[in-house]
């Protein structure tokens, strides 16, 4: 309360008032007191110049001036007045101020006395004036006195004006003791009704200033049944609403954010400026920035790409732009970028979305090359069967010496044709999911020996060593028996067929903690680390010359990597150009 200026406003401002409109009615009683003082002074006093004229009548008009100065003198001390008796000429005849009538002749005439003046011409007068004989203020009142209507003299009575006002001060002590309690009093009202005001209002800002601050659970109550009293009410139902309103819009923009958080597109709002509104985290990790510390800055200063400003600089022309642009330290990464412009917003202007079609260009190419080289691959073969088939209806079939031979390349490239085919037919359903993989325990050295002996005679006809190396005789593993099969085989062939002679392959089949991994190891061709990466693609030839050569269909690598992935594991390589090569797929144990 005491820190209130409000409160100090209110009851400075009464306080005020009522000093005010004390001293004004104090300053009014007082004038009106002095009056009424006066006033009752002036009549007394004309009743006593009345009683005094009546008794010195006789004596006036007989002008016996010593019985009229005795007499005044005994009537003066009776009534404590200055009395003057004056004839119609001015002459004073007798008067109380004089011991005798000696002096009495001493004094000036009193002709121009103001009062005796008024008193001749209307038989009544008075005035208040400094007494030129005494020497100090004096009330004087006067009569006329007349025998048979016959004026013959002037009857005076006075009072000293320090009588008179030390009767109006006894009425003042009286006054002010009483007009200060009175203040007193109002002032102790006004400071419990500016209370009473202030305290409610105290109220109501508490509560708003906790409201600006958030919480919106404040509640004032206040008994009062005025305009205060509906203001608690009114306040109490804004809040109410302020937080419903404020809990929809939390969960709006949770939802928002999570929405955003959530979307794999990135999202940046600009405004008109282009400074950042928002962004989600996908358009940081897309653009290489912090979304929360970019709000507020420029987009060119976080993002310096001319091809995405231009798109933005298209918008704000009223269009809405595609276009797809390279970023990243190695330009490695392909973003679409689509910039709206937003017309009906305040804040956000612009709303660029980014969309990571990296994968889906590498998708892309990845098709097309797919096409090109199953089409090359399908081509070779076919164009040899029909060169031969040519050559032999052409009359060649008659040619004893050649038409075998014809016949013998004829059924090599069908036979390479068909295991193209059934190796295309065979990916096709592994990357589709059509493939019916079985998956049981199996005995990965168990099936490590079969594929082993199965791949010897290739390995003896090209001279090349082969060999196996189990860590135990069962090693269980959660695979597909046939599958398991076709990853030897395709390794170990592949192996086989750039391996020169003289040289070894080791297949190993050792556990760790919790896989079984599978390694085939050759002292082959080797291979250069640029064409590891995509070594497992399908058709991705090393020396495409030297594959077709050795009848090689392209898709080996790519079948044995998808049959790792689909038994939960995963294939790795390691070469070297002319030392050799380790493939090794990591399978998790039974």
């Not at 009425?171 to 009202?189: F, N």
């Not at 962004?279 to 987009?299: T, V, Y």
């Not at 062939?493 to 002679?501: C, E, G, I, Q, R």
Request: net charge negative; hydrophobic share 45%; proline share 3%.
């Amino acid at each position: 309360m005491w820190r209130s200026r409000l409160f100090w406003k209110l009851f400075a401002s009464y306080t005020a008032l009522n000093l005010v409109a004390t001293a004004a009615v104090v300053s009014i009683m007082f004038v009106w007191q002095h009056q009424q003082v006066v006033d009752q002074i002036r009549l007394r006093l004309h009743e006593s110049a009345t009683v005094i004229r009546n008794a010195v009548e006789s004596d006036l008009a007989a002008r016996n001036t010593e019985a009229m100065q005795r007499r005044v003198r005994e009537l003066s001390r009776e009534i404590d007045t200055r009395i003057t008796i004056v004839d119609m000429d001015g002459e004073v005849v007798a008067d109380s101020s004089q011991e005798t009538v000696e002096q009495v002749a001493q004094l000036e005439n009193h002709k121009v006395r103001p009062e005796l003046i008024q008193a001749t011409s209307e038989a009544y007068g008075t005035s208040q004036r400094m007494s030129p004989t005494l020497g100090h203020p004096m009330l004087y009142v006067a009569i006329r006195a007349d025998v048979e209507k016959v004026p013959i003299g002037l009857v005076r009575t006075a009072l000293p004006m320090n009588t008179v006002l030390a009767e109006v001060a006894n009425v003042q002590r009286v006054v002010w003791p009483v007009a200060l309690t009175l203040s007193l009093s109002i002032a102790a009202l006004t400071y419990i009704l500016a209370a009473r005001i202030v305290r409610p209002v105290q109220t109501l800002t508490t509560a708003a200033e906790a409201v600006a601050a958030g919480r919106y659970e404040q509640r004032p109550f206040l008994p009062n049944h005025d305009e205060l009293g509906m203001l608690a009410k009114s306040f109490n139902r804004m809040t109410r609403q302020l937080d419903i309103r404020e809990a929809q819009l939390r969960e709006s923009s949770h939802r928002l954010k999570t929405v955003l958080e959530g979307m794999v597109e990135g999202v940046i709002a600009l405004n008109s400026e282009q400074q950042v509104v928002l962004a989600n985290r996908a358009a940081g990790r897309l653009l290489k920035f912090d979304p929360i510390e970019a709000e507020g800055r420029p987009l060119l200063e976080l993002v310096r790409n001319r091809a995405m400003h231009d798109a933005i600089a298209t918008a704000a022309d009223g269009g809405t732009r595609r276009i797809e642009v390279m970023v990243g330290d190695d330009e490695n990464l392909v973003i679409g970028i689509h910039s709206t412009l937003l017309t009906a917003e305040s804040t956000m202007q612009y709303i660029v979305v980014l969309e990571d079609v990296t994968e889906l260009r590498r998708l892309e190419t990845l098709r097309q090359d797919f096409v090109a080289n199953a089409s090359h691959e399908l081509k070779t073969p076919l164009a040899s069967i029909k060169a031969y088939s040519e050559t032999l209806l052409n009359g060649a079939i008659h040619d004893d010496t050649n038409n075998r031979r014809f016949l013998e390349r004829i059924d090599e490239q069908a036979e390479r044709l068909h295991e193209l085919i059934l190796d295309l037919l065979s990916i096709a359903k592994i990357e589709s999911g059509e493939q019916a993989f079985e998956i049981t325990e199996v005995n990965l050295a168990a099936v490590g020996r079969n594929c082993v002996a199965e791949q010897q005679p290739l390995a003896d006809a090209r001279e090349v060593t082969l060999r196996l190396e189990a860590a135990s005789d069962s090693i269980p593993v959660q695979a597909d028996p046939e599958g398991l099969r076709q990853i030897f085989s395709n390794l170990i062939d592949n192996a086989a067929k750039y391996t020169p002679p003289g040289g070894s392959i080791t297949v190993t089949c050792r556990t760790t903690e919790t896989d079984a991994v599978i390694e085939v190891r050759d002292t082959g061709i080797g291979i250069s680390s640029e064409h590891l990466p995509r070594l497992f693609e399908r058709f991705y030839r090393v020396d495409k010359a030297r594959s077709r050569e050795l009848g090689g269909t392209g898709l080996g690598l790519s079948i044995v990597k998808h049959m790792a992935l689909s038994f939960g594991g995963r294939v790795e390589v390691d070469s070297v150009a002319d030392e050799g090569s380790v493939f090794t797929i990591v399978l998790p144990l039974a």
